[in-house]
């Protein structure tokens, strides 16, 4: 079985910058198409950040569009996302996904996974 597991995320002040990281570990039937950044802010619902496909297209959310990027590491299979000039309204818990297609034992339908989330804190 795949599983996600994040991490970069922590306190830091308005205008800084973070890395976060998305690696897969484990084997999976399923073949991956897409590889998603979601956040959740306490009391909100979560919202979709950015999102990089096999193909090798990326998109980023109006939101944070100029200020967070999307890459993968290719050798390691491990998806950043890269986020400047934060600002309060960023701080969340951030999750990645992976969006892919299952094997016989599911019909071949969609399949996502995601991992258990890093806090990001922006405040001075």
């Known amino acids: 079985q795949e599983q996600l597991v994040e991490s970069g995320g922590g306190l830091v002040q308005p205008g800084g910058s973070l890395i976060l990281s998305c690696a897969a570990y484990g084997t999976s039937s399923s073949v991956r198409y897409a590889t998603n950044w979601y956040r959740q802010a306490p009391g909100k619902e979560r919202e979709l950040v950015a999102t990089?496909?096999?193909?090798?297209?990326?998109s980023v959310v109006d939101q944070v569009k100029g200020r967070f990027t999307i890459a993968e590491d290719t050798i390691n299979q491990i998806v950043y996302l890269q986020m400047n000039d934060l600002k309060p309204e960023d701080t969340a818990t951030y999750y990645c996904?992976?969006?892919?297609?299952?094997?016989?034992?599911?019909?071949?339908?969609?399949?996502?996974?995601w991992g258990q989330g890093t806090l990001v804190t922006v405040s001075s």
């Open positions: 990089i496909t096999t193909l090798g297209s990326i």
């Open positions: 996904s992976a969006e892919g297609t299952g094997g016989p034992e599911v019909g071949y339908r969609r399949v996502k996974i």
